[in-house]
């Protein structure tokens, strides 16, 4: 089963900038495909952003050209670069491992584990 330590959150303004990072261990990084989620105060899980093993990336409609996914398989690293960053992307942030885009990129995913999440929080 994967292990996942998500980090690089903290409290930023509107229009700035955060680099979170997520560690993975227990299973093959490289052959898994890997997305970020997020979740809002009171709200559900949902996906942010998706890379399959190979590089391709699949991002949710309000963050596309503010946020970039991105992988180092030689570190076993998950990446999700935050630019513009606006109110509403406030919340608990998640990384996850996979073999399914659909289960993956579903609201609230059913995966076998999580990680504790690392807080963004973005004052207007």
């Known amino acids: 089963q994967v292990q996942l330590v998500e980090s690089g959150g903290g409290w930023v303004q509107a229009g700035g900038s955060l680099r979170l990072s997520c560690t993975a261990s227990?299973?093959?990084?490289?052959?898994?495909?890997m997305a970020w989620y997020r979740q809002p105060p009171g709200k559900q899980r949902e996906y942010v952003a998706f890379i399959t093993s190979g590089g391709s990336t699949v991002y949710r409609d309000s963050v596309k050209g503010r946020f970039t996914i991105s992988r180092d398989n030689a570190k076993n690293t998950l990446y999700l670069q935050m630019n513009m960053l606006k109110s509403e992307d406030t919340g608990v942030y998640y990384c996850n491992a996979g073999q399914n885009i659909v289960t993956m990129t579903m609201t609230n995913p059913q995966l076998p584990s999580w990680g504790q999440g690392t807080q963004v929080t973005v004052s207007s």
């Open positions: 227990g299973s093959d990084f490289s052959a898994n495909h």
